[in-house]
């Protein structure tokens, strides 16, 4: 945090009955930070990849802050001996290269290309369409407003006023929907959806109803949606009057349908599964481990020897400076000492995030050496920081987005923390420890008769765990699994 400032303060006091002004002294401590401190804590927050991007960017910022391109010692070039390359290789040369083709082959160069995007695709079909230019202009602006999950979540009315105010046409909702009403006829089906519903629906409509099931499928989403979602099963089948078998089978045709049509499509689709790049590798061999920070395409910055040169030209012998000169001498200056903190923030940052992590392997050696979740101890903010002596705020915007490359994983740090719960016995666990006791007593449960909230607690209970109802369904909540009802099967 930054230094307390006592501030002095007079302020100018107006006293109605006696209509003169008076002062009085009043002395208060504030506490703010400086810029560099609020910049140093946006640096201790940054992910290896984004503190990469923000080097690069203080460097295109500041004049006198450059890239340290000298080759680490462990990078250096390893001698060749000029003879390996004057020796002449005894190696036939049929030996040394492939040969799959004829000389009546021809090499092309093969062309990579991003392909189409979904939005392409479907105007490419309503070129099919017979619309008239109006329409198209119409119907391209309905596709463009279609999510990449392939729904339209906003109403024909804004839809509307967003075209007369960027194309200027004039178009009614009615005329609108007709347009839509074409779009949904296009390839994935239940494109240009307004909820899940209306989806399932188109693409039912897109499949014959040939069988019994489609046809009872069709139904239960059309008159009773709501209680398929919440999955009253046998009210439904009370209410369809159909047999355990037949509904099975239409359940089984609406779980073939996608709820989301976009990520049907993926020729020129973006590839949105996130790359984690680890900020801390952590090696263990023969019982030792062996933490370094992950500098890979991270810069080593340095100070730009050519301005500190221009600054010390600057300055005469006798150390004063030609007025026609101030000015450049203080925009050099402020530039170098600027470059100066931030490389002694990058410095820090370092130090910070070594220090912390070092104490989390310190805290957690038996999770670490084994990758076993029960074997983390419980451990909050406030444990790291009495450790390291830092604050606990400090500890907090170290562990945020920043993950540890382990043998057996990638791991969130943020995850290794836990709240101590106490067992019959005396004993203190990790809540992680029934959490996955919750999982495991889930997976095994009967789909058919799923166990309730109050009944995994009395299993919990059973097991030592003094854990009460409200918990339990706060871990279930935490670990993404409904309530019983929803997880209810067939």
Same mark, same amino acid.
């Given at each position: 945090?930054?230094?307390?400032?006592?501030?002095?303060?007079?302020?100018?006091?107006?006293?109605?009955? @006696?209509?003169?002004?008076?002062?009085?002294?009043?002395?208060?401590?504030?506490?703010?930070?400086?810029?560099?401190?609020?910049?140093?804590?946006?640096?201790?927050?940054?992910?290896?990849?984004?503190?990469?991007?923000?080097?690069?960017?203080?460097?295109?910022?500041?004049?006198?802050?450059?890239?340290?391109? %000298?080759?680490?010692?462990?990078?250096?070039?390893?001698?060749?001996?000029?003879?390996?390359?004057?020796?002449?290789?005894?190696?036939?040369?049929?030996?040394?290269?492939?040969?799959?083709?004829?000389?009546?082959?021809?090499?092309?160069?093969?062309?990579?290309?991003?392909?189409?995007?979904?939005?392409?695709?479907?105007?490419?079909?309503?070129?099919?369409?017979?619309?008239?230019?109006?329409?198209?202009?119409?119907?391209?602006?309905?596709?463009?407003?279609?999510?990449?999950?392939?729904?339209?979540?906003?109403?024909?009315? +804004?839809?509307?006023?967003?075209?007369?105010?960027? *194309?200027?046409?004039?178009?009614?909702?009615?005329?609108?929907?007709?347009?839509?009403?074409? *779009?949904?006829?296009?390839?994935?089906?239940?494109?240009?959806?307004?909820?899940?519903?209306?989806?399932?629906?188109?693409?039912?409509?897109?499949?014959?109803?040939?069988?019994? @099931?489609?046809?009872?499928?069709?139904?239960?989403?059309?008159?009773?949606?709501?209680?398929?979602?919440?999955?009253?099963?046998?009210?439904?089948?009370?209410?369809?009057?159909?047999?355990?078998?037949?509904?099975?089978?239409?359940? @089984?045709?609406?779980?073939?349908?996608?709820?989301?049509?976009?990520?049907?499509?993926?020729? $020129? $689709?973006?590839?949105?599964?996130?790359?984690?790049?680890?900020?801390?590798?952590?090696?263990?061999?023969?019982?030792?481990?062996?933490?370094?920070?992950?500098?890979?395409?991270?810069? &080593?910055?340095?100070?730009?020897?050519?301005?500190? &040169?221009?600054?010390? &030209?600057?300055?005469?012998?006798?150390?004063?400076?030609?007025?026609? &000169?101030?000015?450049?001498?203080?925009?050099?200056?402020?530039?170098?000492? +600027?470059?100066?903190?931030? *490389?002694?923030?990058?410095?820090?940052?370092?130090?910070?995030?070594?220090?912390?992590?070092?104490?989390?392997?310190?805290?957690?050696?038996?999770?670490?050496?084994?990758?076993? %979740?029960?074997?983390?101890?419980?451990?909050?903010?406030?444990?790291?920081?009495?450790?390291?002596?830092?604050?606990?705020?400090?500890?907090?915007?170290?562990?945020?987005?920043?993950?540890?490359?382990?043998?057996? $994983?990638?791991?969130?740090?943020?995850?290794?923390?836990?709240?101590?719960?106490?067992?019959?016995?005396?004993?203190?666990?990790?809540?992680?420890?029934?959490?996955?006791?919750?999982?495991?007593?889930?997976?095994?449960?009967?789909?058919?008769?799923?166990?309730?909230?109050?009944?995994?607690?009395?299993?919990?209970?059973?097991?030592?765990?003094?854990?009460?109802?409200?918990?339990?369904?706060?871990? %279930?909540?935490?670990?993404?699994?409904?309530?019983?009802?929803?997880?209810?099967?067939?």
């Amino acid at each position: 945090m930054g230094p307390l400032r006592v501030m002095l303060e007079v302020p100018l006091i107006f006293n109605r009955q @006696a209509m003169a002004l008076s002062q009085r002294q009043i002395l208060s401590l504030q506490q703010k930070l400086s810029p560099q401190q609020i910049q140093m804590i946006k640096l201790l927050e940054l992910p290896t990849v984004q503190l990469e991007q923000r080097i690069k960017q203080e460097i295109e910022e500041n004049i006198a802050l450059e890239e340290d391109e %000298r080759l680490k010692e462990d990078e250096e070039p390893k001698e060749i001996s000029v003879d390996e390359y004057l020796r002449e290789d005894d190696t036939p040369s049929y030996k040394s290269r492939l040969n799959h083709f004829s000389r009546d082959d021809n090499q092309r160069p093969v062309y990579l290309t991003e392909g189409r995007s979904l939005q392409e695709y479907l105007v490419e079909q309503l070129g099919y369409r017979n619309l008239s230019e109006r329409e198209m202009r119409l119907a391209v602006y309905l596709v463009g407003s279609i999510d990449e999950d392939g729904y339209l979540r906003r109403d024909l009315e +804004s839809v509307a006023d967003d075209i007369a105010f960027t *194309i200027g046409l004039e178009a009614s909702v009615e005329e609108l929907e007709r347009l839509l009403g074409i *779009i949904h006829e296009l390839e994935p089906a239940g494109i240009g959806a307004r909820n899940l519903q209306e989806c399932l629906l188109l693409q039912l409509k897109q499949q014959p109803e040939t069988t019994a @099931a489609r046809r009872l499928a069709r139904t239960i989403l059309t008159h009773h949606f709501d209680e398929f979602v919440k999955k009253h099963y046998e009210r439904l089948m009370s209410r369809l009057q159909v047999d355990e078998d037949a509904f099975r089978e239409a359940i @089984a045709e609406i779980k073939h349908l996608s709820p989301k049509p976009g990520n049907l499509y993926t020729e $020129g $689709g973006t590839n949105t599964t996130p790359y984690i790049i680890p900020d801390f590798i952590l090696d263990y061999q023969d019982g030792h481990f062996q933490l370094s920070l992950n500098s890979y395409n991270v810069p &080593d910055v340095k100070i730009n020897r050519r301005y500190v &040169d221009m600054m010390r &030209d600057l300055v005469q012998a006798d150390g004063k400076v030609r007025e026609e &000169d101030r000015e450049a001498l203080q925009f050099v200056k402020q530039k170098i000492d +600027s470059a100066k903190w931030f *490389i002694s923030a990058i410095k820090q940052r370092h130090d910070t995030l070594m220090r912390t992590m070092q104490t989390i392997l310190d805290y957690q050696q038996e999770y670490f050496r084994t990758g076993d %979740r029960s074997k983390l101890r419980p451990m909050i903010l406030k444990d790291i920081a009495d450790r390291t002596g830092l604050d606990v705020s400090t500890i907090s915007r170290v562990v945020n987005s920043k993950y540890v490359q382990t043998q057996f $994983g990638i791991i969130l740090l943020k995850s290794l923390f836990s709240e101590a719960m106490q067992t019959a016995s005396g004993e203190e666990v990790s809540s992680y420890e029934i959490k996955t006791l919750l999982q495991r007593s889930i997976d095994e449960e009967d789909k058919r008769h799923p166990l309730t909230d109050e009944a995994l607690m009395n299993m919990l209970n059973d097991r030592g765990y003094c854990i009460a109802r409200r918990t339990v369904a706060k871990y %279930r909540e935490m670990l993404g699994i409904p309530v019983a009802r929803l997880r209810k099967q067939l």
